[in-house]
């Protein structure tokens, strides 16, 4: 289990941390051996903090924001990062989706937003593979207070496959390891 630490953040909005307005800060979360680059939303009014991240490659900056400004108007902490190895996350090898190390960030993200100030519940939000991905949190895991699955791929994308990587030889297709 990673060990927790202070979280890094940078106010990137002008709103003030206690507005009707949620603040963006950019943080980091330790995941494995590499940091998961989120952005947190908050404070929030409730006690819940919604968790969010795409599916098998995408960025946070691919969308997320507006279900996680949705969240946060609503009034709850919102938690929507990327994986290790993508966007401005940390992690070797880029741009290869490594399922199990998929689901350990979800984890490490679920640890973080748990020790964000006034954070009683966790909600869950994925798309996609990402959708599949809280359903698998969901099924085990305790603790949870909801799970929200976008169009979710629940299946794996090939029998036995734990990564996918792009392989120079066919752009646009990925491979299963």
Known sequence: MPQTREPQTTDITEAPARSSRSAR???????????CAAWHYGPGSSTACVVMAHGLG???????????????????????????????????PRQVVDIPAQL????????????LPGVQRIVLW???????????????????????AQVPMAG??????????????????????
């Open 104 to 115: 350990e960030d979800w984890r490490a993200a679920i640890a973080f937003a748990r020790g």
């Open 126 to 148: 994925g798309t996609s593979y990402g959708g599949g991905h809280v359903l698998a949190l969901a099924a085990a895991l305790t603790g949870l207070a909801g799970v929200i």
């Open 58 to 92: 995408a960025i946070k900056e691919v969308g997320l924001g507006r279900f996680a400004r949705r969240s946060a108007a609503a009034g709850h902490d919102v938690l929507a990062f990327d994986y290790r190895g993508f966007g401005e996350s940390t992690g070797e």
């Open 25 to 35: 800060m950019v943080t980091r979360f330790a995941s494995g051996d590499a940091e």
């Open 156 to 177: 794996r994308p090939h029998r036995g496959a734990s990564r996918l990587s792009a392989p120079a030889t066919a752009p646009g297709r990925a491979r299963a390891d």
